[in-house]
């Protein structure tokens, strides 16, 4: 008996292996954590990233992002002094282009609100990535 309950807990781990993959919501979520935590740089480290750029233009596209997502950051938390939570409040996924938008509910530590929108992209492995491109 022990031995078919381990065989089907393994099965069900190859399933959900299999069939995940984090959701455009999760991903949007989980980028929205770095930059409350101030941490812009694994915020852009979840970027979609051309396969046929080269690492040296990776590189200075992230440096160039950085600085600006860091500025922007640094603007608002003058204007509502950071964030105090945010949730995906609806997801749209066009699987035939591989994109997808995440509208986000975001409340900042002054009390106000304000909805955003995060536009994101499967890259070569079928990962959402942040698309920042526009």
């Not at 381990?6 to 959900?16: E, H």
């Not at 860091?70 to 995906?88: I, T």
Request: hydrophobic share 35%; net charge negative.
């Amino acid at each position: 008996m022990k031995k078919i309950s381990t065989i089907l807990a393994g099965l069900c781990l190859l399933l959900l292996t299999a069939c995940g993959g984090s959701s455009p919501s999760s991903v949007a979520e989980e980028a929205m954590g770095y930059l409350a935590k101030d941490d812009v740089e694994k915020f852009v480290d979840m970027a979609y990233v051309d396969p046929d750029a080269d690492e040296a233009q990776v590189e200075q596209g992230k440096k160039m992002l950085s600085g600006i997502f860091g500025m922007a950051l640094n603007e608002m938390k003058k204007q509502h002094q950071g964030y105090k939570s945010f949730e995906a409040i609806s997801e749209e996924v066009n699987e035939e282009e591989g994109t997808a938008e995440v509208t986000m509910k975001v409340t900042y530590e002054d009390g106000t609100t304000d909805e955003d929108t995060v536009k994101l992209r499967k890259d070569d492995k079928g990962d959402w990535k942040l698309d920042l491109s526009k």
